[in-house]
Nanobody, 124 residues
Framework: QVQLVESGGGLVQAGGSLRLSCAAS????????MGWFRHAPGKAREFVAR???????FYVDAVKGRFAISRDNAKNTVYLQMGSLKPEDTAVYYC??????????????????WGQGTQVTVSE
């Protein structure tokens, strides 16, 4: 069982930055693919980025070049550094863990564990 706790959300002006953190319990964190998803009002929850145990990363086009996912396996923590934020980035952001180490999936159904979410609001 893995428990995930996000932090770092808040209100920021367009063009600003935020860093989200996700602290994980459990001794197998380093083996998991870790992902970030977001859920905006009126939209389906969508995949944002993921990192493999080695630190290799992948991003959807909407955030590529603006967001950076990273992980610290010694601290059981994954981060999402968000820059050049836009109002359309407003959403509840969730971190998630996939027990498949080299997962390529972007489907939320394939992720085994989820955090409670943290709100990010980007104003004009």
């Amino acid at each position: 069982q893995v428990q995930l706790v996000e932090s770092g959300g808040g209100l920021v002006q367009a063009g600003g930055s935020l860093r989200l953190s996700c602290a994980a319990s459990g001794r197998t964190f380093s083996r998991y693919t870790m992902g970030w998803f977001r859920h905006a009002p009126g939209k389906a929850r969508e995949f944002v980025a993921r990192t493999w145990p080695t630190g290799s990363t992948f991003y959807v086009d909407a955030v590529k070049g603006r967001f950076a996912i990273s992980r610290d396996n010694a601290k059981n923590t994954v981060y999402l550094q968000m820059g050049s934020l836009k109002p359309e980035d407003t959403a509840v952001y969730y971190c998630a863990a996939d027990s498949t180490p080299w997962s390529l999936t972007q489907r939320e159904a394939d992720y085994d564990y989820w955090g409670q979410g943290t709100q990010v609001t980007v104003s004009e």
